[in-house]
């Protein structure tokens, strides 16, 4: 079959400072005849130790957001939702993506005498707002292919990426970032994304030098912003949102971390509405967390005088998943 050029299809889904980060990735990551495996192949055993020598009073957290499935309380589920489709009206969206946020759960009980047993079957989105969740590399791609390279038609017989993933082992030292003490402020606003000026100082705040493989645990105030009434928009609305913005992703790119967990996502304040930070996943095959709950685990952090930990991010080995829901635990 003839190839076509990809400047014929359409333009470079990827703004050109992303292109020169995937290029700089590919000639210095990327082995011939090799599938890489993105950012996780950062964490090496001595990030894992890192991650263990920072745990030292016992404790853990999890930064799971709770998925609801109780009947009375899908309710509110719903009202959320509606509020959502508002909100996306108003912007000039017409609806909802199918499946938006959704988790069904079937359960079945049966009562046989003395004996009783439980199952359920569960469907969900593994992407949205709404979910903690962990994004694979078949997620976000570019030029018929994702991160690795691997062909974007891989996803439709043989992609592994989680499987991968969960076999490599996601633990490694987390360093926790706090947007909102560095400004001052409950939560990032729409109208000033997170920079690189802002990251750099929340690290300084640590006194942790981040080293390739670590976890950047980034912490943008959702959990306030939505108790106060917001709604968070979804990232398949082009609109600018609370987030981190083109700046704070070269950022994280240069910091080389194993993996991103993070409340707000990108900030979408760009000319074209694009994703700075997903993005990377296909750029670098950066390992994205979406949707932690991080509030608490800040205020139990700052309570013990430490900025440091070992996270967990375990994920379920499903051949060709594009992202599953996950429960991150933060020990420090």
Known sequence: MEQVAPEKVGPDPLDPWLRSIADEHEAARHTPGVQCRGSVALITEAARLRGIAEVRLGRAISLEREVETRPDRLANGRLIAEAEKAQWQKLGMTDLPEG??????????????????????????????????????????????WHGPIPASASRTDEDTM???????????????????????????????VTAAELDAALAVTGVDVQPGDALVIYQGRDRYEAAGNVYPSGAAAVARPGIGADGAEWIAAKEPGLVLWDFHDARNNAVGSLEVHNLIYAIGLCLVDNCLLGPAVEQL???????????????????STGVLINPLLLY
């Open 100 to 145: 938006h946020g959704s988790v069904e759960l079937e359960v079945g009980v049966g009562i046989y005498g003395r004996h009783v047993h439980g199952g359920d079957v569960i469907r969900y989105d593994a992407h949205g707002v709404h979910n903690t969740h962990l994004d694979g590399l078949a997620h976000i791609g570019a030029d018929a292919s």
């Open 163 to 193: 499987v991968n993933w969960a076999q490599h082992g996601i633990a490694t030292r987390a360093v926790l970032l706090d947007i909102t003490a560095i400004r001052g402020t409950d939560w990032v606003t729409a109208e000033s994304p």
């Open 302 to 320: 700052r309570a013990a005088g430490v900025s440091t930990g070992l996270i967990v991010a375990a994920p379920t080995a499903i051949h060709r």
